[in-house]
Each structure stands twice: as C-alpha cells, then as structure tokens.
C-alpha cells in the first residue's frame, strides 16, 4: 500500500502532518469509534452517507479488497463497476497519502522462496525453534542494530522485552555483538537460558563437521536478566554495563522487538534521558496498552493540537494487519461471517440482557460451518446465558443476509486505521526531535508477514548517510 516516507519530511513537514492526521481523524471519527459487532444493535450501516452505501452494497470481498482498499489480486486491474462518489474516493485516497508507508526497500522475502518455513538466510541453528515470520524479523532488526551498533561506536546491546530471546541470540551468537537482554518472566528467561545453550551445543556440532570455518573471536551468549521495566521510572539494571569500557563511559543501544504497549514508551525515555545510550531501534506494539495519559501524546507540538486524542477503540485498531485482511478479503475465506455472526449474537443478548453489552465471547471453532442459529446458542452459552433461549430465526436470516455490508464497514474502519498509526509514531519523532536528537522511521519487515513493520531509529549524533546503509538488505547469511 502506498503511503508517505517519513524520512523525506522536514521537522515542519512533519508538525503539519500531525495537523492533517487529527484533522482527518476528526472527520472520519464515527467509522472509527464503532464497534464492528453492533453493527445490527446501533445501525452502522445507515451512519454511511447513502452515496456510499449504494456504491459499497453488493460488492464482495474480492472486489472490496481491490476498490476500496486498493489491494488488488496479481495481474488484476482496478475497474470501478460504477461511478464511486467524490467522498468515498477522498476517503481512499487520504488514507492511502497520509499514512507512512509500510512498504519496505525490497521485495516479498526471498528467503522463502525454496521453503515457506525456513529462511535462506539464517543458517538451521538459528531457526530451530523459530517460526518463519520471527525469523524474518530477528534477522532484519538484528542487521539494522549490527549497523547502527557500528555507526555509533557501541559497546553494548540492551533487548529489552526478550521473551524467549530469539533475537539477542542472533545479535550475539550470530552477529558478534555484546548483548544484555531483560525480560520480566522468569519462566521466558529460563527458556532462553535453555536454548542458549542449545545453540552453542549446534555451533559447535557444526564447527567440527566443517573445520574450515574458524571462529574468529569468542563466544558470548546474551546475559539474561529477568526484570520489569517501568515505564514511569529509570531502570539502573537496563543502564548497567556488563564489562567496564575500554575507555570512557559505556556507549549502549537499546532495541526492543515489537515492545508491547508502554515498554516501547519506557525505551524512548531511557534514550532521551540517560547520556550513556546513544542510539535506539524500536519497534513498537499493542498501541493499545499505551498509558492514557503518560504513552501517548509525548511531544508538544501533537499535545497541543485539537483533536489529537486516541481512546482506546482507535489505538486498539491500529493494531489490525490491514494486508492480511485484504488477503483474506482475495481469497474470500469463509472465516469473514464471523464478525456478522458476532453482531447478530449482539442483537440477541440485548434482548435478554439490556445491560450487558459487548460481553468476550471466547473463541467458538469453525464458525463458517455453523448456521447462524448454532452459532448464537454457543455464544449465550459463553457469555453465561441460556442456550435454548427462543430465537427469532427469521431475523437472524436476514442479519446473515447482510454479511458483506458488515465486512464492507469493517473494511472502511480497517482502510483509517495506518493513519492511527502513523499519528502514533509521528509523536514519537517529533517527542525525540524536540529534545534535539536525530530520528527516524522506516519499514524493516515484509507487511504480510509482520503488520508491526515499522522501526524507529534515533541517535545523538546526526544519521546523514548513514541512513540508506542501514535500509539496504544484506546478502550473507548466519
């Protein structure tokens, strides 16, 4: 999907970019807000002006995937079956102009092009255990931090948010660098310890069957530490160097992949903060886990304009994978019902329930082989009402018979979303920017297999050329 590069905007480009984003958002705020499964119960279709509604009814998913938005299947051209209403396609096009983009500087991964499961590029001890797409992201983010780690003179790599440690393995294992990972779950950071140890028992293996290889420079495995970084306050442990600098202070570099909701806001502030970081790559998550206030806004300038508010419903869309969807929408899975059967049940516990509304419904298997009407008795039975409950079979035919209305409104709250995102991670810049650091944003993963693709790079010293060397893909492979 087309979009806006963040790199190619000035300071003030980039403060009128915010401008525009809380004005469209402001606009647009009513598609955004809804809540896809009370379609039926609040009415969401008629909230559409008519003329898109007349242009939207009837379409299916494919060709809601290639008109609205814009994502056609391979070879397939764009061919409007009607004359689509000036609003509809201003909407289209502001959401595609005003969002960063998500495209990367290369082509769907090669990596998988001889088998969808292992990446070429990571030599099979670096994949055990790794599924494909956290393959695809510990190898991309890992050479982003193995440049910027060079560029910038770092003597330390801090993970933060490690998990099971997939990714300070690679750095350190795999690329040389000195690594201290922190993670809050004991029991992830005693897994990683484990295959630690597995991959050093791999490496080895494999350095006695092939004895021309030569291992240049010791080993050393990530130093694990298990600790909750708040994000209110500065973590000593996280500042801590693992070996005393040759000369002068420790310089470090903070990295977190895909650091869930406020641990990507707590990385911003160590950098911001703390003189011996001096360089950052984040990519951040769960945009609706911020803190409100406290995780977004944090620059001045988005502060300061009205309009700039993201409830929860808004950061909680932002999470979505808008190439996925579009995916599945091509393929027209059987899978879309699900959110009009989820909003028919809607319309059946009101009627029981007045005061209860949007109740979790816990995941009911193979919904697109169910009727309507078994699917609605296992959701009262989840929710804690009766199951044998008289339904009104009549009317939850004719909600069944609006299926592609309700994933045509889905669609257009999916098509706003990136620029959610794009207001989120705008704030960030500028926050960095207004202290006087250098940053920017640039998509690292392949969208279809990573919707979280976008890495914030910052540094105390300016990027300059820099810049296009760490966006380049390498071609040696771990």
Same mark, same amino acid.
């Given at each position: 999907?087309?979009?806006?590069?963040?790199?190619?905007?000035?300071?003030?480009?980039?403060?009128?970019?915010?401008?525009?984003?809380?004005?469209?958002?402001?606009?647009?705020?009513?598609?955004?807000?809804?809540?896809?499964?009370?379609?039926?119960?609040?009415?969401?279709?008629?909230?559409?002006?008519?003329?898109?509604?007349?242009?939207?009814?009837?379409?299916?998913?494919?060709? %809601?995937?290639?008109?609205?938005?814009?994502?056609?299947?391979?070879?397939?051209?764009?061919?409007?079956?009607?004359?689509?209403?000036?609003?509809?396609?201003?909407?289209?096009?502001?959401?595609?102009?005003?969002?960063?983009?998500?495209?990367?500087?290369?082509?769907?991964?090669?990596?998988?092009?001889?088998?969808?499961?292992?990446?070429?590029?990571?030599?099979?001890?670096?994949?055990?255990?790794?599924?494909?797409?956290?393959?695809?992201?510990?190898?991309?983010?890992?050479?982003?931090?193995?440049?910027?780690?060079?560029?910038?003179?770092?003597?330390?790599?801090?993970?933060?948010?490690?998990?099971? =440690?997939?990714?300070?393995?690679?750095?350190?294992?795999?690329?040389?660098?000195?690594?201290?990972?922190?993670?809050?779950?004991?029991?992830?950071?005693?897994?990683?310890?484990?295959?630690?140890?597995?991959?050093?028992?791999?490496?080895?293996?494999? @350095?006695?069957?092939?004895?021309?290889?030569?291992?240049?420079?010791?080993?050393?495995?990530?130093?694990?530490?298990?600790?909750?970084?708040?994000?209110?306050? %500065?973590?000593? @442990?996280?500042?801590?160097?693992?070996?005393?600098?040759?000369?002068?202070?420790?310089?470090?570099?903070?990295? =977190?992949?895909?650091?869930?909701?406020?641990?990507?806001?707590?990385?911003?502030?160590?950098?911001?903060?703390?003189?011996?970081?001096?360089?950052?790559?984040?990519?951040?998550?769960?945009?609706?886990?911020?803190?409100?206030?406290?995780?977004?806004?944090?620059?001045?300038?988005?502060?300061?304009?009205?309009?700039?508010?993201?409830?929860?419903?808004?950061?909680?869309?932002?999470?979505?994978?808008?190439? @996925?969807?579009?995916?599945?929408?091509?393929?027209?899975?059987?899978?879309?019902?699900?959110?009009?059967?989820?909003?028919? %049940?809607?319309?059946?516990?009101?009627?029981?329930?007045?005061?209860?509304?949007?109740?979790?419904?816990?995941?009911?298997?193979?919904?697109?082989?169910?009727?309507?009407?078994?699917?609605?008795?296992?959701?009262?039975?989840?929710? =804690?009402?009766?199951?044998?409950?008289?339904?009104? !079979?009549?009317?939850?035919?004719?909600?069944?018979?609006?299926?592609?209305?309700?994933?045509?409104?889905?669609?257009?709250?999916?098509?706003?979303?990136?620029?959610?995102?794009?207001?989120?991670?705008?704030?960030?810049?500028?926050?960095?920017?207004?202290?006087?650091?250098?940053?920017? !944003?640039?998509?690292?993963?392949?969208?279809?297999?990573?919707?979280?693709?976008?890495?914030?790079?910052?540094?105390?010293?300016?990027? =300059?050329?820099?810049?296009?060397?760490?966006?380049?893909?390498?071609?040696?492979?771990?």
């Amino acid at each position: 999907m087309p979009g806006i590069s963040a790199r190619g905007l000035s300071h003030e480009g980039r403060r009128q970019l915010a401008v525009n984003l809380t004005r469209v958002l402001a606009l647009y705020r009513p598609i955004l807000d809804a809540y896809i499964i009370e379609f039926f119960t609040d009415n969401l279709w008629d909230t559409l002006p008519c003329s898109w509604q007349e242009a939207l009814d009837g379409l299916n998913p494919p060709q %809601l995937a290639t008109l609205l938005l814009g994502m056609p299947g391979e070879g397939e051209v764009i061919r409007y079956r009607s004359v689509w209403p000036l609003t509809l396609l201003a909407l289209k096009s502001t959401a595609c102009a005003l969002a960063f983009t998500r495209t990367p500087g290369f082509q769907t991964p090669s990596e998988f092009l001889e088998n969808p499961s292992q990446s070429s590029r990571l030599t099979a001890p670096f994949r055990k255990h790794v599924r494909p797409k956290k393959q695809h992201e510990i190898r991309r983010l890992g050479e982003l931090v193995k440049k910027l780690s060079d560029f910038t003179g770092c003597t330390q790599v801090v993970d933060v948010g490690s998990g099971q =440690g997939h990714l300070s393995r690679f750095m350190a294992l795999g690329l040389g660098l000195m690594v201290k990972s922190i993670e809050g779950d004991q029991r992830l950071v005693e897994r990683a310890q484990r295959l630690d140890q597995e991959l050093l028992q791999a490496l080895e293996k494999e @350095e006695k069957r092939n004895p021309q290889v030569v291992q240049t420079s010791p080993r050393h495995s990530p130093h694990h530490v298990v600790r909750w970084v708040d994000p209110t306050a %500065l973590c000593e @442990e996280l500042l801590l160097p693992l070996e005393n600098p040759c000369q002068g202070r420790a310089r470090l570099l903070l990295t =977190g992949l895909h650091a869930c909701g406020d641990l990507s806001v707590a990385l911003l502030r160590h950098f911001s903060c703390c003189p011996e970081v001096v360089a950052l790559a984040s990519v951040g998550c769960c945009y609706m886990k911020l803190s409100d206030p406290g995780g977004y806004p944090l620059s001045q300038w988005v502060a300061g304009l009205p309009g700039y508010e993201l409830p929860y419903r808004l950061r909680e869309g932002a999470c979505h994978a808008l190439e @996925e969807y579009a995916e599945r929408l091509q393929k027209a899975v059987p899978g879309l019902r699900t959110h009009c059967y989820r909003a028919a %049940l809607e319309t059946v516990i009101r009627r029981a329930r007045p005061e209860l509304r949007r109740p979790g419904v816990q995941g009911i298997p193979r919904v697109h082989e169910l009727k309507i009407e078994e699917y609605v008795q296992r959701g009262l039975q989840r929710v =804690g009402l009766d199951p044998q409950l008289p339904l009104n !079979l009549a009317a939850l035919q004719a909600h069944q018979a609006q299926e592609n209305r309700v994933v045509a409104f889905f669609s257009l709250a999916l098509l706003l979303a990136p620029l959610v995102e794009t207001l989120i991670l705008l704030d960030r810049l500028l926050y960095l920017q207004e202290q006087g650091f250098h940053a920017e !944003l640039l998509p690292i993963f392949s969208p279809e297999l990573s919707p979280r693709n976008l890495v914030l790079v910052a540094t105390k010293m300016p990027l =300059g050329q820099a810049f296009s060397v760490l966006e380049t893909e390498d071609s040696d492979a771990a």
